[in-house]
């Protein structure tokens, strides 16, 4: 089943410990990227990457980390996580837009909590 | 900058009639893409529809289509003949087709509530 694979779903923990965020794809998509949702403000993007190695900043990457070393594994990483950082989280993953224009297929979403 | 603006934060309609959300959204790129996702209570985003901003036809798939007026900007989503399952959060987002960055804007969601 072609799928964006999050884990894990819930997450509570304290704030300044460092956490890992996994996501995979198995769709062999180019692009993959992270977002946050928070009520009253839709989906904001912290992190997308194009390919292998190479990743930018989208709206919100502060207290942010990611990697793509693997096409199909893009984790986000919190160093020093914040109670600000308190919100659900998607992984997404697309074709490259030159090569068939449709939007994301999201991952099940991460629900963190940081206390 | 890219905005899309949903201005009915909660909606209510009656079972088995038809409701339209509604999107606006800006942009200077001739070359865009606009969707629908829905977002039920249990989180996860389930893409709804798509229309490309050179189509000229609206999309439609199965009780979902959208009104697509390039003109004034808007990309409304016509949800026929409600049913219970449809109560959800319902975003719409636009991504312009450009390979030196990948964007995808999203509205604020509309809630909408399916009454029977």
């Known amino acids: 089943e072609a799928q964006v694979t999050q884990n894990p779903r819930y997450l509570i923990t304290v704030t300044g410990k460092k956490l890992t965020v996994t996501c995979s794809q198995n769709m062999n998509h180019e692009y993959m990227s992270w977002y946050r949702q928070d009520p009253g403000l839709g989906l904001r993007q912290i992190y997308y990457s194009m390919n292998v190695e190479v990743t930018d900043k989208g709206d919100v990457p502060e207290g942010y980390k990611v990697s793509r070393k693997e096409k199909r594994n893009f984790p986000l990483i919190l160093e020093s996580p914040s109670p600000n950082q308190t919100s659900l989280y998607f992984c997404a993953s697309s074709l490259a837009p030159d090569r068939a224009f449709y939007g994301y297929t999201f991952g099940s979403g991460t629900r963190l909590t940081v206390v | 900058a890219q905005k899309i603006t949903q201005t009915q934060p909660g909606m209510f309609v009656q079972e088995k009639e038809a409701v339209t959300l509604d999107c606006t959204y800006d942009t200077s790129d001739q070359s865009y893409g606009l969707f629908w996702y829905k977002q039920p209570s249990s989180g996860e985003m389930i893409f709804l529809i798509y229309q490309g901003s050179y189509d000229e036809q609206n999309a439609t798939e199965g009780r979902y289509s959208l009104n697509f007026q390039k003109a004034r900007k808007s990309a409304n989503l016509v949800i026929s003949a409600s049913q219970l399952g449809d109560s959800a959060m319902y975003f719409c987002?636009?991504?312009?087709?450009?390979?030196?960055?990948?964007?995808?804007?999203f509205g604020p969601g509309t809630s909408l509530s399916v009454i029977p």
């Open positions: 987002a636009m991504r312009e087709r450009e390979t030196s960055y990948d964007k995808v804007i």
